[in-house]
């Protein structure tokens, strides 16, 4: 399985990205789709993940701001993020999970003016 993550990069505080994550060498649909966030000297943590079935769920503060979903036809899921704040700065990994749960190589995200 591969994952390829795009779409990052700098963006003012109160500003929007999304992020994308194609998946091959797989059958997609048999994947729970996550986000995750890594800031420096930070552990990695959960941002959002999504089932096949698109049920989505959320680390509590990123509820609101952040919406997860998936296109099961174009095998990528997406993370689109609103009101960005300087503490959104991190490097964002897509992770597929199924019996076996794979990485992306993160995408960097800056928030800052």
């Known amino acids: 399985v591969q994952l390829q993550a795009s779409g990052g990069g700098l963006v003012q505080p109160g500003g929007s990205l999304r992020l994308s994550c194609a998946a091959s060498g797989t059958n997609f649909r048999n994947y729970i789709m996550g986000w995750y966030r890594q800031a420096p000297g930070k552990q990695r943590e959960l941002v959002a993940s999504?089932?096949?079935?698109?049920?989505?769920t959320y680390a509590d503060s990123k509820k609101g701001r952040f919406t997860v979903s998936r296109d099961n036809y174009k095998n990528t899921v997406y993370l689109q993020m609103s009101s960005l704040e300087s503490e959104d700065t991190a490097v964002y990994y897509c992770?597929?999970?199924?019996?076996?749960?794979?990485w992306g190589q993160g995408t960097q995200v800056t928030v800052s003016s």
């Open positions: 992770n597929a999970r199924a019996i076996a749960t794979y």
């Open positions: 999504i089932t096949s079935n698109n049920r989505a």
